[in-house]
């Protein structure tokens, strides 16, 4: 039987692979809610999505009007919005407000992280707009599924923050022996999709790793496939990242958030538990090497 999913956030880094992947699903039909379609770069990205059969709905978290008309109709709604509380609390609550009065089953939040629900309330603002939404939603009566992957793997690649292959340096607060989980951005999206659609699923969290990697261990791998010795960083210790989140906090909240990223990913207070990587046959989680060597062949050819 055809399930209807309504994804928000399809023009963003992480809906857009969601998207791809709904629309390889059997039975599946894919509604898209999209704001300020006109954008011709959005408009670009989401033609392409309706070419292969996704149907557009012009809409906003803010606009209850336009949330009525996307829920119409729809089994499942899948997030993967971003943004402030205004978007991941008031936003996605309305969405969900909406979904339940339209007698939509099933909610996918936009969690997509290491395990919020464990964080100290007041310590990580990202980590707890979503717990604070997500608790609402639940409220509602819906099925509610947290997808938890863990970091994006592709934050440890070329190009990321932390890591510079370029002049083959990695920092880190602590000693970067502490391994996280990661997952690269396609698989997540690729479970995604079928969570959305498995039946067999109760609400509550669902977790799975491509792989668990520590700072040493990125270097270690980036040192094998490069060839370049990594010089490696300490920024301090737990005791002094945790007083540059509480100087953050109180005069630059994006830098706060940040750093709250990387104390849990210091101390693992929000590591992900009860992993469920071989739920599906069809879907084999990558591994940071193969991610890795992945990224430099593409790179380099
Ligand atoms: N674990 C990790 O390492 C990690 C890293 C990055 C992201 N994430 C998570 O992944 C999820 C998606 O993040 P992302 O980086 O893919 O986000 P993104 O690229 O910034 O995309 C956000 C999407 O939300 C849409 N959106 C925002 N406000 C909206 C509104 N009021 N109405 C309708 N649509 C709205 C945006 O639409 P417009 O195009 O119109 O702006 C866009 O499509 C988030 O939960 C984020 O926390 C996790």
Redesign the pocket.
């Known amino acids: 039987m055809t399930q209807t999913v309504l994804l928000?956030?399809?023009?963003?880094?992480?809906?857009g692979r969601i998207a791809h992947h709904l629309l390889e699903q059997p039975e599946t039909h894919v509604r898209l809610?999209?704001?300020?379609v006109s954008n011709k770069e959005?408009s670009e990205t989401i033609q392409g999505l309706v070419k292969r059969g996704a149907e557009l709905v012009e809409g906003?978290?803010?606009d209850t009007t336009s949330l009525d008309r996307a829920t119409q109709g729809v089994d499942v709604i899948v997030s993967?919005?971003?943004?402030g509380p205004d978007?991941v609390v008031e936003?996605q609550v309305a969405l969900a407000e909406s979904g339940r009065r339209n007698g939509v089953r099933r909610i996918l939040p936009?969690?997509?992280?290491l395990d919020l629900f464990k964080a100290t309330p007041g310590e990580h603002a990202?980590f707890n707009w979503r717990a604070s939404a997500d608790e609402k939603i639940a409220a509602l009566g819906m099925e509610h599924i947290h997808v938890l992957?863990?970091?994006?793997m592709d934050?440890f690649g070329p190009g990321s923050p932390l890591v510079d292959y370029e002049k083959g340096v990695i920092s880190f607060w602590g000693d970067g022996e502490r391994p996280i989980e990661v997952t690269t951005v396609d698989d997540t999206a690729r479970m995604t999709a079928h969570v959305a659609l498995d039946r067999s699923l109760t609400s509550g969290k669902f977790a799975f790793a491509g792989d668990h990697v520590s700072f040493h261990q990125v270097a270690d791998t980036a040192e094998k496939i490069t060839g370049i010795r990594f010089e490696r960083r300490s920024k301090g210790t737990e005791a002094e990242l945790r007083a540059a989140l509480d100087h953050a906090a109180g005069s630059n909240p994006m830098e706060a958030i940040m750093l709250a990223y990387q104390l849990y990913m210091l101390n693992g207070q929000t590591a992900l538990t009860s992993l469920r990587n071989n739920q599906y046959p069809d879907v084999t989680l990558q591994g940071f090497e193969s991610f890795l060597r992945g990224r430099f062949f593409q790179r380099n050819s």
Do not use: E, H, P, Y
């Open positions: 928000v956030g399809a023009t963003g880094m992480l809906g809610l999209v704001r300020n959005k906003d978290l803010t993967a919005v971003q943004g978007v936003g936009s969690d997509f992280g990202a992957q863990g970091g994006f934050m």
